[in-house]
Each structure stands twice: as C-alpha cells, then as structure tokens.
C-alpha cells in the first residue's frame, strides 16, 4: 500500500483473571476496542463475549482462553487501538480494564489492571451493603480520558492477554519501532 | 634481544639449524647447524667456529661456528670438571656423562658454546611452574583426537593444520627442552666461575609433533647479547638452519598422501550431500515449526496425556500431514500438584504462498494448534481434563515458552456424574470451538451460556525458522535488513512477483493464441 495506509492485526486471546475469586463463582467478560477516527476495521472480531467460567478452588485463576482477532487499517498512529475489557462475575461487575494495543510486532504479554467504579450519592454507598455496583453506560468511555475527574474506582484484580501484533506498511511510511523491529 | 618464539612442525625429517655467534661487529660467528633424522629420534648437530675480536684495543676477533644436534650433550668446561670426577656421579645419566668425558681425549679448547638437554636439571625462570600435576597429566594423556576437525570445508592443507596443532587449546604442550648456552666465565684465582647465558631453546612436542626454537632462525638480523664482566663485552649471534634438505621421494610421498585424504573427504562429502542445496520454490516461505510439550501441571486426575491438532487457514499448505495431529504418551503425576512430563517433540513444515501477501487479509489467518489434554481411568474411561489453543507465532523466527491455562466443559451436576462413570472425552464437536470456531465470519463472538471449569496449565515450547529465497544475500540487494520486518520485506517483493506473473501469464497466453491462430490457418488452408 503505498497510498500512506497501514494494516495492523490482532490476533490473541484473553487468557485468565486473576481476581480473589471464591469456590462456586462464575465468571464472564466481555471486550471491545476502541480506534481513533483515521482507523477502520478491515476485519475480524470487533468484540466478544465470553463462555461462562466457574471456579473451583479459592483463588484461582479464572481461565477464559477467550480468543480475539481483529485488522485495522489507518493512516496515522493517532488513535491507536484501545481495548476495554469488562468482567463480571455472575451478573455484578467485578471490573474494567484497558490497554493500547502493542505496538512493536511480536508476541507480548499483557497484565491489564482492573478497576470498578465506586458509588457517588450516598445512597448509593448505603446501597453498596446490599450489593448495588455501579456500571458505566458505555464502557468505551474508559479509553478516552473524558469524566475522568469525575469517576472513582477501586481495584479489583487483574486480566492476563497474550496477543500476537503483526504490521504491514508500516515501517514503508518511514516510522521507527526501535531497536529490535525484527523479533 | 630474543624473538618470538617461532615455531615449525617436524612432521618429517631432516632440518638443520645454524647459530651465527659473534663478537661486536660481525665478529664471532657460531654456525649451528642442526639435522634431524628420519627415524623418530630427532638430531642435531651444530658447528662452532669462533672468531674473536674486541673493538677498543686489541682485536681479538671470537668467531665460533658449532653444529649442535637434537639432544647432543655437549660440555661446558665446568661440566667437564664436574663429571671428570667419579665420586660425582650418582645417577645413570651422570655416570654416562662421566664416561662420555673419560673417552673423549679431544683437546678442544673451545667451551664456549655447549648445551643442556632433557634431564639436565635447569630449568629457566619462568618455566618453573608450581602446581601441574593431576589435570595436566590427564590432558596429556588425551589422545587428542586431533581430530582433524577441518571445518569440512578446505581440503587438508600442511599449513593450516601446522596452525591448528599450534593453537589447541586442549592439549598442554609440554616441550622437551634442549639448551644452547654460551658460558663466559673467567677463571679467578684458580676456579672457574661460570656466567651462563641462555642462547637458545629448541624443544620438542611429542605428541603435536612440533618442533620449536626460540629465538627464531635468523640470517640477517643478529641477536645482541651484552655480558658485564669488567669490561662490558658485546656479543652478536645468529641463528642459522641447515639441515639436510628432505630426500625427494619422502616428499613425493607426502604429497601423494595428502592427495589421498583430500580426495577421500570429497568423496565422503559427496555421499552426504548428493546435490545441490535445495531451496524452496521462488514464491514460497517455509516456515519450519518446532514444538515440544514440556510439561503439565495441576490436572484432576494424574494420569494423563496431550493430543494436538494444528489447524491451516487458507494460504498456508503442509506437505507431510501426518504431524498435525498427535498424542504424547500417558504419564502419572508423582506429586500433589499433579505435575506430568511429557518432553513430546514434534516438527512440521509449513508452507505460505508468498503471492497471497499482496492481499490485506491473507497473512493475518495463522495457523493454530489445540491441545486436548485427556485423562485415563479406571475401566478405559477416559476424561477431558483441559482444553487450550495457542496461535503459532509464524512471523518471526524465535523461541517461545507458553504456560497455557486451561478450561474443560461442564454444565450440571448430571454431566458432572457422566464424566466420572462414564468419562467425557470429546463431548465437543470441534475443538476448534475454543479458539476462533471454524469459518466463524461475523464480526462479534459471543460465547455466553457455556459453562467451563478452569484446570491446570501446560507448559509448551515453540521455536519458529523461517526460509525462502527472499532472504537470500543476492536477493536482498540494498534493504536494510533491521529496518524491515520479515512480513515487510516479503510484501515488498510478492507485488514485483505478482507483476511478473502477470506478464508470464500474458505471455503464455498469448502464445497459445499464436499456435490456435496457426492451427485456424492450417486447418483453412486444408
């Protein structure tokens, strides 16, 4: 392509949480991406819902293994993907997390921190003793910095992602990854 | 004053060597010369003629020319002294000494130049080592395969291997030494006092057969040596070699031999690679994957073993199918944690039309490989115990270790009963369903209503290699290599081959209209 557009695909998967979880709990989560407005989706999966994970012991890893595979094309790194991942555990919001996609081609490995929004009326923090969470509208929210003042979140764990990056056209256009582009 | 140590193989025979000895200009002259015997006992022999001349006063030129032989015994005058005593000699070699001196009843008056060989205890400084002993021995022992470990590329060279013995680091020479000293002493009050110096070092390595003389042989350029008696005396020497020179038909038979062994590694060289290094076919990249299960740890039951399957998109091709699928051997768990070895290598070639590069979502399908890992019980029953996939990373060539966490189906209490009599091995249609499900196009997946159970993990190792001829030097022209990445640098070529195989295409196609035209005509015309 020399028309000054690149190609970068995704291809991955959300491996494991790694929350506090308790024996008999369910777990599901849910991913979708987020793009700048020069990036468009060539193809793939834009997002996902995942199969219902249950734990066993106290503590364990949460294992979705939940696959993610997506192409996108732009013409400026402005805007660069973004993921959002939210999970839930049964049907109460366990957390939100988000990362930019790799840059460098390769394999990496993520650890995507989570957090959960915390009640902002005080009727909603008496609500938190009977189990009220808050949840965003619209996740996607997260991958823009707009209502940041305005939220507060406390952590709740982490999400593991393996993902393989791989360009083309990019280094056409003149960019630099650094030193070892060629993993 | 010295030169480095020079050092020169005796694979075979006769060298001669020659030590120029003189006394401020060109004045004493020591012609040694040195001859070794075809026989594995090496000789020397070296001449001395001196000459004698001092510069201030009285010229008295010191000319010496002497002819020393591998591990001749030649005295100085206090040796001759020493050993003209009987009650001196203790041991075998000093009563022979002792013998030696009584027969001789030449006078030469000439001490000046004599030696000292192997077993004649001195030793000079820097050779007295401290603690040799076990480890030295056993290396020298070694039956060095001197192996000639020729790079298999250059044919058996005297040279090169002369280098090569030289440098083996294995192998501690230890060198017999021999010892040309020149001793200009005075007599003082009646007694000798001797003032030994060292001229000369010629030692010998049995076992790499090299033969080395330190300070090297010189014609031109004289050794200096300054003595500081009274009056300083200044003494030039030179090192000569002059041996007999090696019969011919010794040598003729040494080249004839080398022949030999040069044509044999060919011909073996031959019978290994029978032709031509083969290379992939112009528009391919081969992409030679590695696998090995290493291990699995923290499975219900304990005994266990893997099944793979690797699955192609479209574009990629593999020749030898019987390797995309596979099952490790079953293994129990020793410990609580259930951790299983399996060490099961695989490999398998995997091919990628270059020419689908050109397209924008060809390359972005990778292959994948599912693990099931099934358990065997009691009765034959045998159990999914996890579920895991894995992208192969075909883009770069590496190594990578994977720690796969895995999942298994479930749903109710009654499935959970089912798997414990029965077992639930493949209660899946297609694996593939864990991953991306096969031919799976819209562009949301949702997995929601199937229940898993989080197990154990496993733990795997990928190294990836690519080839094609795009890499190749003369291909690669003036890329730069680090500044692309593979996928780039393929890309850029699949256009220029797309362009040229459209005009291969035109081509073909346009002689096939000739001939049918031809055809037409011919078939008009009749």
């Known amino acids: ?183 | 004053m010295v030169h480095d140590n020079h050092d020169m193989t005796l694979e075979s025979l006769d060298r001669k060597l020659k030590i120029r000895f003189s006394h401020n200009n060109m004045c004493e002259e020591i012609r040694a010369v040195e001859s070794t015997s075809a026989t594995n006992k090496t000789q020397e022999m070296i001449k001395i003629k001196e000459d004698n001349s001092c510069q201030a006063e009285k010229p008295e030129t010191l000319y010496l020319e002497k002819v020393f032989g591998w591990q001749e015994k030649v005295f100085s005058k206090e040796q001759k002294e020493y050993y003209s005593d009987e009650r001196n000699c203790f041991t075998e070699r000093e009563k022979e000494y002792h013998k030696l001196i009584s027969e001789d009843f030449s006078e030469e008056d000439d001490y000046l130049l004599f030696s000292y060989c192997t077993g004649d205890e001195f030793y000079v400084d820097h050779e007295i080592m401290g603690n040799t002993a076990y480890l030295e021995e056993r290396l020298n022992n070694l039956a060095v395969g001197r192996s000639n470990i020729s790079d298999g590329k250059d044919a058996y060279d005297y040279n090169t291997s002369v280098i090569k013995s030289i440098e083996n680091p294995l192998v501690r020479n230890t060198f017999e030494n021999m010892y040309i000293m020149a001793d200009f002493g005075q007599n003082f009050e009646g007694t000798w006092l001797k003032n030994e110096k060292l001229l000369c070092t010629v030692g010998y390595n049995k076992q790499s057969k090299i033969l080395r003389i330190s300070p090297d042989i010189t014609n031109t350029q004289r050794y200096v040596l300054k003595i500081h008696t009274e009056k300083e005396r200044i003494f030039n020497y030179y090192i000569e070699h002059c041996s007999n020179n090696v019969p011919e038909s010794i040598e003729v038979n040494e080249k004839t031999l080398i022949k030999k062994i040069n044509d044999f590694e060919a011909l073996k060289k031959e019978k290994l690679f029978p032709g031509p290094f083969k290379l992939p076919p112009r528009n391919k990249l081969y992409v030679f994957v590695f696998m090995e299960i290493c291990s699995a740890k923290g499975f219900e039951y304990s005994d266990i073993f893997v099944q793979y399957q690797i699955k192609l998109p479209q574009g990629w091709f593999s020749s030898d199918l019987d390797h995309m699928k596979g099952r490790t051997h079953l293994c129990r768990a020793a410990d609580e944690n259930g951790l299983v070895h399996f060490g099961h290598n695989m490999e398998i070639l995997l091919e990628y039309n270059l020419t689908n590069l050109g397209q924008s979502n060809e390359y972005s399908q990778l292959p994948y490989v599912y693990f099931e890992i099934i358990s065997k019980g009691s009765w034959n029953r045998y159990r999914t115990e996890g579920l895991c996939y894995l992208q192969i990373p075909i883009y770069s060539s590496r190594t990578l270790t994977h720690n796969l966490k895995c999942f298994r189906f479930t749903k109710n209490p009654i499935s959970e009963m089912r798997r414990y009599f029965i077992g639930d091995y493949q209660n899946y249609d297609d694996v593939s369903w864990i991953g991306i499900p096969n031919g799976y196009q819209e562009n949301t997946i949702n997995k929601y209503g199937t229940e898993t159970i989080c197990t154990g993990e496993l733990n795997i190792k990928i190294n990836v290699l690519h080839q094609s001829q795009e890499f190749l030097e003369e291909r690669r022209g003036s890329i730069d290599k680090s500044s692309k990445t593979m996928l780039e640098r393929l890309g850029s070529s699949a256009l220029l081959k797309s362009v040229e195989q459209v005009i291969q295409e035109f081509k073909k196609a346009r002689k096939e209209m000739l001939d049918a035209r031809k055809h037409v005509a011919d078939i008009v015309i009749d």
């Open chain 1, 1 to 183: 392509m020399s028309d000054g557009t690149f190609l970068i695909s995704i291809a991955g998967q959300i491996e494991y949480l790694d929350v506090m979880s308790a024996a008999g709990s369910a777990y599901h989560c849910k991913y979708e991406f987020h793009a700048g407005p020069d990036w468009t989706i060539v193809g793939g999966l834009e997002t996902g819902l995942s199969q219902i994970a249950n734990v066993v012991n106290n503590n364990d890893k949460v294992v979705f293994n939940f696959p993610v595979d997506l192409q996108f094309k732009s013409t400026n790194p402005f805007g660069w993907p973004q993921m959002v991942i939210s999970v839930y555990k049964e049907m109460r919001l366990e957390g939100y997390g988000r990362t930019h996609m790799p840059i460098k081609p390769g394999n990496h490995h993520l650890e995507v921190n989570l957090a959960r929004p915390k009640a902002s009326s005080l009727l909603g923090y008496i609500g938190t003793f009977f189990g009220y969470q808050p949840q965003l509208l619209q996740p996607k929210l997260l991958a823009s910095t707009a209502g940041s003042n305005l939220i507060r979140m406390e952590t709740s764990g982490k999400a593991h992602m393996t993902f393989n990056i791989v360009s083309q056209g990019f280094l056409r256009l003149g960019y630099d990854y650094g030193r070892s582009a060629r993993e």
